[in-house]
């Protein structure tokens, strides 16, 4: 079983950074890929950013350039870092994790609430 838990949301300004973090509970880190869904009121969640136990990472288009996803396979840890955030970038964060052998992400935090004022 694993269990992740995040932190770092809050309420920022359009313009400004963000780092949300999750910690990784349960099994072996480096054999999880690692993602970042968020889900905005009313919209369907969506991947932000994912991690490989590599380390390759994808972002989406809306955020690529802005977020950086990054892990610390030591500290058992995934990181987003939000820059020049936007009022649309406002939504509920959520950590989440598949072992690489599996095709859809199956463990998933509680989620942390970013709200970008404009």
């Known amino acids: 079983q694993v269990e992740l838990a995040e932190s770092g949301g809050g309420l920022v300004q359009a313009g400004d950074s963000l780092r949300l973090s999750c910690v990784f509970y349960?099994?072996?880190?480096?054999?999880?890929?690692m993602g970042w869904f968020r889900q905005a009121l009313g919209k369907e969640r969506e991947l932000v950013a994912q991690?490989?136990?590599?380390?390759?990472?994808s972002e989406a288009d809306p955020v690529k350039g802005r977020f950086t996803i990054s892990r610390d396979n030591l500290a058992n840890m995934v990181f987003l870092q939000m820059n020049s955030v936007k009022p649309e970038d406002t939504g509920v964060y959520y950590c989440?994790?598949?072992?690489?052998?599996?095709?859809?992400?199956?463990?998933w935090g509680q989620g942390t609430q970013v709200t970008v004022s404009s």
């Open positions: 989440a994790t598949k072992h690489i052998s599996t095709p859809d992400y199956t463990y």
């Open positions: 349960g099994r072996t880190f480096s054999s999880y890929v």
């Open positions: 991690i490989t136990s590599g380390g390759s990472t």
